[in-house]
């Protein structure tokens, strides 16, 4: 049995691979990249995006997957080991993931709900005005799916690390992959004419979506170009939850910890843009350019089911093959999540698997029925410091997303760059004999442009 004095380990690199890819693709992927590239110029967003992958997104990726292996530890203890005094950035860098699981799964609850309308044939229901918000303001329905969802996660956690998540992802990113790549050709072939006989293909979705445009391109605008990449990578790589501390934990002393980092980072922005590809030429084809406003929630649960209800009878199956895509992503990253939390508990109260499991299922069941009382029961306004209007979830995405990660990714970067010094990390990638590559872009990165970079965003984030 898994205990704090006994650690799993994936059983090769492949599985560390897909396991960290299946994290790193998520939500964020499908519903917050294809609307920042339509809005910040296209293949402008996607170079600048590409250029932060291989320095930002590699030095936060490296670093933490690296502590992991160093010190064998999950989030809440491994900054502890690595440096005596640093213990408290474990324990923010374990809390981003227990506040984040909740809604994450109260969200893939909501994606059960769309597979199976349109695995009912249904599809057209989904596409009536006021059908999202009727389904979410309803009391049992959210919740119903939500157990559904979070006891899915559970099951593939309790199982552990070489038969729960490796295996699953072994089976679900290979599906994933193929399901992201037959809905993005197929979005390339659709074409409509609307009522006022303007016909829109969706190729030209794709030259939208690649051709940069400099049109108007100033400084600022530039500049926010630069932080929509930069967040979007933030989140995208699921750096700062603890996520790839644990399982950078499991990842052998003998694997080569770069070429892996590379491997992920081309899953994640493979399918980052594979997904502009699925939404963006399908969205603009059959909603024009006013339908590529819409981003989270709107986008997955509103613009597109009234996209697939336009395409006519094959609709409804691009529907589920759309859904059951999301499903997946949103699985294994939720799977990551908590499997964070999990090894946390394990590691630092030496507790078995299915009981630290158990525990943060039930951490997430309560959380979880807050959130979708949220928006019935417990419904309530406020306003955040970045102005937009809140209730729970948004409240619990905000504290996580806004503040807490970029704070962890500080003082990550703080610790590494300046306390235990960029050769910590270096030499733990180097020690089965690899070189690392990219080491003086690494030690630049980590000690000056990685944290004025983070810092930046995060007063971005809290409305300066």
Known sequence: METGGKRNSFTGSIG??????????????IWRFPYLAAKDGGGMFLAVYLILALTFGFTLLITE???????????????GKLHGKWKGLGVIACLVPVIILPYYCAIGGWVIKYLLVY?????????????????????????????????????????????????????????????????????????????????????????????????????????????????QLFFSLSVAMGIMVAYGSYVHDDADIKKSINQIEFFDTAVAFLAGV????????????EGMQASGPGLMFVTMPKVFLSMGKIGNVVGCLFFAMVLFAALTSAVSVMEAVVASFIDEFRLSRKKAAALETAIALIA?????LGYNALYFELRLPN??????????????????????????????GWIVKPKTVIEEVEKNGTTMGRKRLYKIMIKFVAPAMLIILFLKSVGF
């Open 278 to 289: 699925m939404v963006i030429p399908a969205v603009f084809t059959f909603a024009g350019t």
């Open 16 to 29: 560390f691979v897909l396991a960290a890819a299946g994290s790193a693709v998520g939500l964020g992927n």
């Open 368 to 372: 979880g029925l807050f959130v979708c």
């Open 119 to 231: 695995l009912t044939g249904n599809g057209a229901q989904a596409a009536e005005d006021g059908y999202f918000t009727g389904f979410i303001t309803s009391r049992a329905e959210p919740i119903v799916m939500l157990l559904l969802f979070l006891f899915a996660v559970a099951f593939v956690v309790f199982r552990g690390v070489n038969k729960g998540i490796e295996s699953s992802a072994k089976v679900l990113m290979p599906i994933l992959l193929v399901l992201v790549v037959i809905i993005a050709v197929f979005s390339l072939t659709i074409s409509h004419t609307d009522e006022s006989g303007v016909t829109r293909t969706g190729l030209q979705g794709l030259g939208i979506y690649v051709i940069p445009d400099f049109k108007g391109m100033t400084v600022p605008r530039f500049l926010t170009v630069l932080l929509d990449a930069m967040g």
């Open 387 to 416: 102005g937009a209007a809140a209730q729970i979830l948004d409240i619990m995405d905000y504290a996580s997303n806004n503040i807490l990660m970029p704070l962890v990714a500080i003082g990550t970067c703080i610790l590494v």
């Open 65 to 79: 997957v690296a502590i992991g292996r160093k010190t064998k530890q999950s989030p809440l203890t491994a900054y």
